[in-house]
Antibody, heavy 121, light 106 residues
Framework: QLQLQESGPGLVKPSETLSLTCTVS??????????WGWIRQTPGKGLEWIGS???????YYNPSLKSRLTISLDTFKNQFSLSLSSVTAADTAVYYC?????????????WGQGTLVTVSS | SYELTQPLSESVALGQTARITCEGY??????VHWYLQRPGQAPVLVIY???KRPSGVPERLSGSKSEDTATLTITRAQVVDEADYYC?????????FGRGTKLTVL
């Protein structure tokens, strides 16, 4: 059974970089069939697709976040990561890592439980 | 940017049929996907590509679409169907979500 688990700091200061890691168990992130992605959720904006990465390293990013965003893979650890720079209070959200359906990079059928990240000094 | 419009809330009597709509310009030309989310939990995909159900999703849930409206239909509504429901499409190189509809089963 595929499982995903987010980890990382729950509190980040404004202007700093938010970094999260997703550990995948029960499946390999090097599978050619799947992308791996991040989504966030806020009371104000609702659900927002952040971006997705393929085992080859190919990435798709939300254009509104692209200038601040990096999503990468660590195949040895079977993890993928999110890095969002220059954060503001607007980046406060529950962040989910997830695996999309085969053939998609933005429709997700396996989700982590989510982790709350608060941006505050 | 592309917008998907959902009613904030809907209610349905136990055992009856609920319909949750998702409106967007020319949505008929896009693949529409639906998620449910229960309090404190991650979203769950219940419909993809307008009408397809992932394994494990009951046949009581179904999707349909016209030119400007997609609809998630839940027949024989049960208490377990109480949740927030979100529609999603791909537009302008990003996955766009609706703001969600809270379904209450009375």
């Amino acid at each position: 059974q595929l499982q995903l688990q987010e980890s990382g700091p729950g509190l980040v200061k404004p202007s700093e970089t938010l970094s999260l890691t997703c550990t995948v168990s029960g499946g390999s992130i090097t599978s050619f069939s799947y992308y791996w992605g991040w989504i966030r959720q806020t009371p104000g904006k609702g659900l927002e697709w952040i971006g997705s990465v393929y085992y080859s390293g190919t990435t798709y990013y939300n254009p509104s976040l692209k200038s601040r965003l990096t999503i990468s893979l660590d195949t040895f650890k079977n993890q993928f990561s999110l890095s969002l720079s220059s954060v503001t209070a607007a980046d406060t959200a529950v962040y989910y890592c997830a695996r999309p359906l085969s053939g998609f990079y933005y429709v997700f059928d396996y989700w982590g439980q989510g982790t709350l990240v608060t941006v505050s000094s | 940017s592309y917008e998907l419009t959902q009613p904030l809330s809907e209610s349905v009597a136990l055992g009856q049929t609920a319909r949750i709509t998702c409106e967007g310009y020319n949505i008929g030309s896009k693949d529409v996907h639906w998620y449910l989310q229960r309090p404190g939990q991650a979203p769950v995909l219940v419909i993809y590509r307008d009408t397809k159900r992932p394994s494990g999703v009951p046949e009581r849930l179904s999707g349909s679409k016209s030119e400007d409206t997609a609809t998630l239909t839940i027949t024989r509504a049960q208490v377990v169907d109480e949740a927030d429901y979100y529609c999603q499409v791909w537009d302008s190189r990003t996955g766009v979500f609706g703001r969600g509809t809270k379904l209450t089963v009375l």
